[in-house]
C-alpha cells in the first residue's frame, strides 16, 4: 500500500505551516513536522498552532498557555462523551450533569476558566464550529441561557489531537474566544485503522453503555488521503431516586394510580447515538493543495420531568395550592359543578379525592370534569428530542509567490426536535392527547475565509510574521411550530386551565420563524523575535454585525527566554462576543422550582411585549479585558507551566432570573397584546444586566521517568477559579444567581495521573479532587434548596494488554471507590424524588466500570 502519512504535500514544511495557521484556520498539523523528524523520534515535543499565526511551535516556546491532549490520551477514560474526557484532563474546564432541565437534557453546558460555554471558541480542524441548536435555560447559573456548540457529538476516534488556548483570543479569532479556543484535530492518516468495542455500567447496575467507534486511512493516490472516522453509541438510562412524600402518601392512602418512584432523578436514555467523521486532502502540485472535512451525526434522548401531583398542580388540578380541585365545565359556566375539597387528615396530610362523595358526584354530572379523570394518580411527563447535526469544510491553501493563501467556505446545522410524552394539555380538558410533537431549533451557520500570511523584513528585524484576512460568516435561528395541540389555548382556558402540552408548551404559530444576521471581520497579525530572548505579537480585529454595529480588539503577547530552561509569558487583549440570534429570538415554557414549589415560567424574546413589560432591552456584545502572566519551566524531562489570569467582562448576557408575573399587572399586558397573562407564572429574557471579574491561575506540570521497570509519566493539572459579580441589576439578577456564579463551580481543581507503561502491559491511574461549591437543586437557591458542598477526590483507573501487535484489551473504572456526591439536606432530600444535587461537578450516579477491545490493522 501506498504510504501517504505526513508527506507534506510539495510545500516547505514552515510555509505550509504558516498558511495552516492562518485564519482561524488552525487546519490540520499534519505538516508540523516532517517524515524523517518523526521516524526519529519515539517522544516527538507537542506543537501547536492554536494561538499563533506564525509557524507552530512547541507549546512551552507558546506566549499563552496551551495544553494538547493526544487521541490514546482521551480514550482512558471509561466515559466515550468528549466532555467527559476533556473534564479530566484541562484545568479550568467544567461540566454537569442536567438530570431534569428541559434542552439542556439534550446538550450538556460546559464551561472554561469559569465562563459559560459560548464564551470558548470551538474549531475543528481549524475552522469554527457551528453552535448547537439548544439553548441551557437552566444552565446551572454560570451557563444559564447558554448558546455553545455540541463538542459531544465529536468522537475520540476521529481525533488526532485536541489543542486548547487558555487564553483570550477575540482580536485572533472573532466572537465567543473570551475565555478561549480549543481545536479538534481530525485524523490525516492514509492508511490502516481501528475498530473498538466498549462496554460498561454502573456500579448500581443501571445506565449500561455499548459503543462501537471505526476508523480507517485511505490513500487518494499518491497525493491525498481520505480518513473516515464512525461511531455508534446506546446508553440507557440511570436513576438516583427515592419516593417522593406525597406520592407515598397518595399511595398509602389508597390511590393505586401513583407509580413508585413517580418521578425519576438520573441519566436520560440515549439510542441510537452515531457519529460520523470525514477528513481529506489532496495535493493539486507542488503549491496547492484541497482539503474537506465534515460530519453528520445524529441521536435520540429521552429524560424526566417532574412530577404533577393529583391534588394540587396549579392550573392542571388545582387553583388554590390544593384546597380543592379545579373542576372544568362543559357549559362554560365553571359556578354549575359543584366543589370538591380535598380531604385532609388529622396530621395535615392531604387524603384520597379519589374516594370522596364529592368527586363521585362530579363524576355523576355530565357537565363537570376534572384531569383526575385522566391521570388520577398525577403524572410525570417524559421529555424527548432527536439532535441531528451536520457541517462540511472545503478549501484549498498553498503559495503564491511570497504569500502563503488559505481560502476556504463551510457551512454547519444542529437542529433539535422536541416532543413530550404522558403530557396533557389541560385546556383541552377530556379531549386532550398526551404525547406532542412540540415542534423543533435549528441553527445554522455559513462561514467564508480568504486568508494570507508572508515572513516580512523590517529595518533590522528579520522573519516577522505577517498575516491577514477576511471573514464572512451568517447565521440564522429557526423555531418550528409543533402540531397544533401542544400550544392551542382549548376551551377551558377561560377557567384557569394550563395552555398548551404541560411542562414544555409546543411552539405555536407566533413564536415560529427564522432570524438571521450576517458579520464580515477583517485581521491583522504579526509576531517577531527581538533579539534572541524576545517573542513579541500584537493582533488587531474589526467585525461588523448586521444587527448591532461593529467592534474592534486587539491582543498583545510576549515571550521572554531568561534561560535554557525558563521563560517567562505575558498577554493583554481586548474582547467581545455576540449576542445570538437565538439569545435575541428564542421563546420557550419551562418548568422552575422556587422554594420547593414548581412553577410555569415563560421565556421571550426581550423585546416581546412581556418581556418589554418588565424591562426587555435589545441586547448589546459582551465586552471583555483579560490580562495573564505566566512562566514555564523545561529541563530534562520535567516541563512546568504556571499561569495567572485576569478576565473584566461587562454586560454579561444571561437568562434573567425569574421575574413574578403579578395580578396588578394583567389588564395592562393584554393592553400590551400578551394572551392570558394569569396563565403565566413568572417571565425571563435574555439581558446584558451583570458585570464580573474572573481570576485564576493553572498550574500544569508532567515528568517522565523509569519507575518499576518500566516508563513512567506523572501529569499535574490544577486550577483555581474566583468569580465576583462586580454589578448586577436586582430587577432581573437576584441573589441567588449571584451567588451560583461565585461559587457555583469548584474555586479549585485538581488531576493527578501516573501513567505506567511496560513491554505489552500498561496503567494509568488518575486522582480527581474536587473543592468546595455551592449546590443547588434544580435550580432552587433558596436555604431549602441549596448550600455549600464538601469537597471530594474520586480515583479513576484503566488497565491495558496487548495480546497481539495489533489487539488490546483494557478494563478500568471511573470512581473507583464509588464517592457519593453531596446529598441533599435531610429536610429536602426525597422532597422532589432525589437523593443527591444535580449541580455537583463529578456524576453523580456513583462508580462506572467498563471494558474495551481495540483491533488495529
Known amino acids: 500500500m501506498t504510504t501517504h502519512k505526513n508527506k507534506g504535500f510539495g510545500v516547505s514544511a514552515l510555509s505550509f505551516a504558516i498558511s495552516l495557521a492562518l485564519t482561524g484556520s488552525l487546519a490540520s498539523t499534519q505538516a508540523l513536522a516532517d517524515d524523517q523528524q518523526a521516524e526519529a523520534s519515539q517522544n516527538i515535543e507537542k506543537i501547536a498552532v492554536v494561538g499563533t499565526r506564525s509557524a507552530p511551535r512547541s507549546i512551552g516556546d507558546s506566549p499563552v498557555p496551551i495544553d494538547i491532549i493526544s487521541s490514546d490520551d482521551l480514550k482512558k477514560n471509561g466515559s466515550t462523551d468528549m466532555i467527559d474526557m476533556l473534564v479530566t484532563t484541562v484545568p479550568s474546564f467544567n461540566s454537569r450533569a442536567q438530570p431534569i432541565s428541559d434542552a439542556a437534557t439534550l446538550i450538556r453546558p460546559v464551561n472554561l476558566r469559569g465562563l459559560p460555554s459560548d464564551s470558548t471558541l470551538v474549531l475543528v480542524n481549524g475552522k469554527r464550529r457551528h453552535r448547537a441548536s439548544v439553548i441551557a435555560f437552566q444552565g446551572g447559573g454560570i451557563n444559564d441561557g447558554a448558546q455553545g456548540p455540541d463538542i459531544s457529538v465529536i468522537p ?217 379523570q385522566l391521570r388520577p394518580g398525577g403524572y410525570t411527563p417524559q421529555f424527548a428530542g432527536t439532535v441531528e447535526d451536520t457541517s462540511f469544510f472545503a478549501g484549498v491553501k498553498g503559495e503564491l509567490g511570497a504569500w502563503n493563501y488559505d481560502f476556504s467556505a463551510g457551512m454547519g446545522n444542529n437542529k433539535s426536535t422536541f416532543s413530550l410524552k404522558n403530557s396533557l394539555n389541560p385546556s383541552l380538558g377530556l379531549d386532550t392527547p398526551t404525547d406532542f410533537e412540540t415542534g423543533a431549533y435549528e441553527q445554522a451557520e455559513t462561514t467564508v475565509n480568504l486568508d494570507f500570511s508572508r515572513m516580512l523584513t523590517l529595518g533590522s528585524v528579520e522573519d516577522i510574521s505577517f498575516a491577514t484576512g477576511f471573514e464572512w460568516r451568517e447565521e440564522s435561528f429557526e423555531i418550528t411550530q409543533g402540531e397544533e395541540a401542544s400550544w392551542i389555548a382549548g376551551p377551558y382556558a377561560d377557567q384557569g386551565f394550563n395552555i398548551g402540552s404541560h411542562g414544555f408548551k409546543g411552539f405555536g404559530p407566533e413564536s415560529a420563524g427564522k432570524n438571521s444576521r450576517n458579520n464580515i471581520g477583517v485581521y491583522a497579525d504579526m509576531e517577531a523575535y527581538l533579539g534572541e530572548r524576545w517573542l513579541l505579537g500584537a493582533a488587531l480585529r474589526y467585525e461588523d454585525f448586521s444587527t448591532f454595529g461593529d467592534t474592534l480588539n486587539y491582543k498583545l503577547t510576549a515571550q521572554f527566554t531568561a534561560t535554557d530552561d525558563l521563560s517567562f509569558r505575558a498577554s493583554h487583549s481586548t474582547g ?282
Open 156 to 372: 475520540s476516534a476521529a481525533l488526532k489531537q485536541v489543542e486548547v488556548l487558555r487564553d483570550g483570543a477575540a482580536a485572533q479569532y472573532g466572537s465567543d474566544a473570551i475565555a478561549g479556543v480549543m481545536n479538534f484535530v481530525l485524523k490525516d492518516d492514509a492508511e490502516g485503522g481501528s475498530i473498538t468495542v466498549g462496554q460498561g455500567e454502573y456500579y448500581e447496575g443501571d445506565g449500561a453503555t455499548t459503543t462501537i467507534d471505526a476508523n480507517v486511512g485511505l490513500p487518494l493516490s499518491d497525493a491525498g488521503f481520505v480518513n473516515l472516522s464512525l461511531q455508534y453509541k446506546n446508553a440507557d438510562a440511570t436513576s438516583r431516586s427515592m419516593q417522593r412524600p406525597d406520592a407515598a402518601n397518595l399511595i398509602e392512602q389508597g390511590n393505586t394510580f401513583v407509580q413508585d418512584p413517580a418521578q425519576v432523578w438520573g441519566n436520560p436514555e440515549i439510542k441510537d447515538d452515531y457519529s460520523f467523521f470525514l477528513n481529506s486532502g489532496y495535493d493539486i502540485n507542488d503549491n496547492a493543495r484541497l482539503y474537506a472535512f465534515g460530519n453528520l451525526s445524529s441521536r435520540d434522548v429521552v429524560g424526566g420531568f417532574y412530577y404533577r401531583n393529583p391534588h394540587n398542580r396549579g392550573n392542571v388540578y388545582s387553583l388554590d395550592g390544593g384546597e380543592t380541585l379545579l373542576v372544568g365545565a362543559v357549559n362554560g359556566d365553571p359556578s354549575t359543578c359543584a366543589v370538591v375539597p380535598i380531604p385532609k387528615n388529622a396530621d395535615g396530610s392531604d387524603g384520597n379525592v379519589l374516594e370522596t362523595d364529592a368527586y363521585k358526584a362530579m363524576l355523576a354530572d355530565p357537565n363537570c370534569f376534572a384531569m383526575n
Open 576 to 857: 467581545f462576543r455576540a449576542p445570538t440570534v437565538g439569545q435575541e429570538n428564542v421563546v420557550n415554557t419551562q418548568t422552575s422550582i422556587v422554594n420547593g414549589d414548581l412553577i410555569q415560567t415563560f421565556i421571550a424574546p426581550p423585546t416581546d411585549p412581556l418581556s418589554a413589560f418588565y424591562g426587555g432591552k435589545v441586547l448589546k456584545p459582551e465586552e471583555s479585558v483579560s490580562y495573564a502572566l505566566g512562566a514555564v519551566f523545561e529541563h530534562e524531562n520535567l516541563f512546568v507551566t504556571l499561569d495567572y489570569y485576569n478576565i473584566e467582562v461587562t454586560g454579561r448576557i444571561a437568562q434573567s432570573s425569574q421575574i413574578e408575573v403579578e395580578a396588578k399587572d394583567y389588564d395592562a399586558l393584554r393592553a400590551a397584546g400578551v394572551e392570558f397573562p394569569e396563565l403565566i407564572s413568572a417571565v425571563t429574557y435574555y439581558t446584558n444586566d451583570f458585570d464580573t471579574t474572573t481570576q485564576g491561575i493553572d498550574l500544569v506540570a508532567s515528568y517522565d521517568t523509569q519507575l518499576l521497570s518500566g516508563d513512567t509519566k506523572f501529569s499535574l493539572a490544577y486550577g483555581w477559579t474566583d468569580t465576583s459579580v462586580d454589578k448586577y441589576n436586582p430587577n432581573t439578577t437576584d441573589e441567588g444567581k449571584v451567588r451560583r456564579l461565585e461559587d457555583g463551580i469548584p474555586a479549585h481543581r485538581a488531576t493527578l495521573t501516573w501513567a505506567q507503561s511496560w513491554d505489552r502491559f500498561s496503567m494509568s491511574l488518575r486522582g480527581n479532587y474536587f473543592g468546595e461549591y455551592y449546590a443547588t437543586h434544580a435550580d432552587d437557591t433558596s436555604d431549602w434548596g441549596s448550600e455549600m458542598a464538601d469537597s471530594a477526590v474520586t480515583v479513576d483507573l484503566e488497565l491495558s494488554y496487548q495480546f497481539l501487535d495489533s489487539l488490546t484489551v483494557s478494563i478500568g473504572a471511573n470512581n473507583l471507590f464509588d464517592q457519593e456526591a453531596q446529598k441533599l439536606k435531610d429536610g429536602t432530600r426525597g422532597e422532589l424524588g432525589a437523593i443527591y444535587y444535580e449541580s455537583g461537578p463529578f456524576d453523580y450516579n456513583g462508580g462506572y466500570y467498563y471494558g474495551r477491545v481495540n483491533y488495529r490493522f
